[in-house]
């Protein structure tokens, strides 16, 4: 068994644990995610919003496309843009870090 299949078999038994899910494009994806955190920063012209939420889901769930920068994902009833993603690697999971949509 290949490294990405050992971390895909253990990611999933850990979702099954901890269950959490996000929707997206109209699927549900089992997740790992971390709380939403409400911290802006304060920057020359304004408030920047940091990261609010990161989610970790395994590739082996997705059909062929994956969710991208700046597509929209919901999780937990809120609507977040993924605004950078973590590519897959061996481990088989990609981290897409989100912030809540705005307006």
């Known amino acids: 068994m290949a490294?990405?299949?050992d971390f895909?078999?253990?990611l999933a038994e850990v979702t099954e644990d901890l269950p959490s899910s996000f929707?997206?494009?109209g699927d549900t994806y089992a997740c790992l995610s971390t709380d939403p955190s409400e911290?802006?920063?304060l920057q020359m012209g304004g408030?920047?919003?940091d990261v609010d939420l990161s989610v970790i889901v395994r590739t082996s769930l997705f059909d062929a496309d994956h969710p991208q920068v700046r597509d929209f994902?919901?999780?937990n009833g809120v609507e977040y843009r993924i605004v950078s993603r973590?590519?897959?690697d061996a481990t088989g999971a990609?981290?897409?870090m989100c912030s809540e949509k705005t307006g």
């Open 39 to 41: 911290s802006k920063e």
């Open 86 to 88: 973590i590519p897959e």
């Open 3 to 5: 490294l990405t299949d």
């Open 94 to 96: 990609i981290t897409l």
């Open 23 to 25: 929707v997206w494009e």
């Open 73 to 75: 994902i919901t999780w």
């Open 47 to 49: 408030f920047l919003g």
């Open 8 to 10: 895909d078999a253990d």
